[in-house]
């Protein structure tokens, strides 16, 4: 099993950033892919940037640019830093994560692929 807690969201004006924190504890498997997603009212979940075990990583195009993922090994650690926020990145953002065994192409934006989920961190960009 897989805990994962988000931390950092909160409010900013467009043009502005935040960097989320994700602290992932319990069984940490060798190979997965992990990757934020986000939410907004009456919207489906949508996946904006996955990275793999080895680094690799997938943005959305709507981040592109914009946001970068990366995590520390060491400290079992997810970070999604967002720059240049605007009010469409309104949203809760979640953290997630394979049980084991990285995902590819198209099926990483499938939340139904990821096995672990964080509780979220809401953001806000006012215009």
């Known amino acids: 099993q897989v805990q994962l807690v988000e931390s950092g969201g909160g409010s900013v004006q467009a043009g502005g950033a935040l960097r989320l924190s994700c602290a992932a504890s319990g069984h940490i498997y060798s190979t997965y892919s992990m990757a934020w997603f986000r939410q907004s009212p009456g919207k489906d979940r949508e996946g904006v940037a996955v990275i793999d075990y080895d680094g690799a990583t997938s943005y959305a195009d709507s981040v592109q640019g914009r946001y970068t993922i990366s995590q520390d090994n060491a400290k079992n650690i997810l970070r999604l830093q967002m720059n240049n926020l605007k009010p469409e990145d309104t949203a809760a953002y979640y953290c997630?994560?394979?049980?084991?065994?990285?995902?590819?192409?198209?099926?990483?934006?499938?939340?139904?692929?990821?096995?672990?989920w964080g509780q979220g961190t809401q953001v806000t960009v006012s215009s």
């Open positions: 997630a994560a394979t049980r084991g065994g990285r995902l590819y192409g198209g099926s990483r934006w499938i939340s139904s692929n990821y096995n672990y």
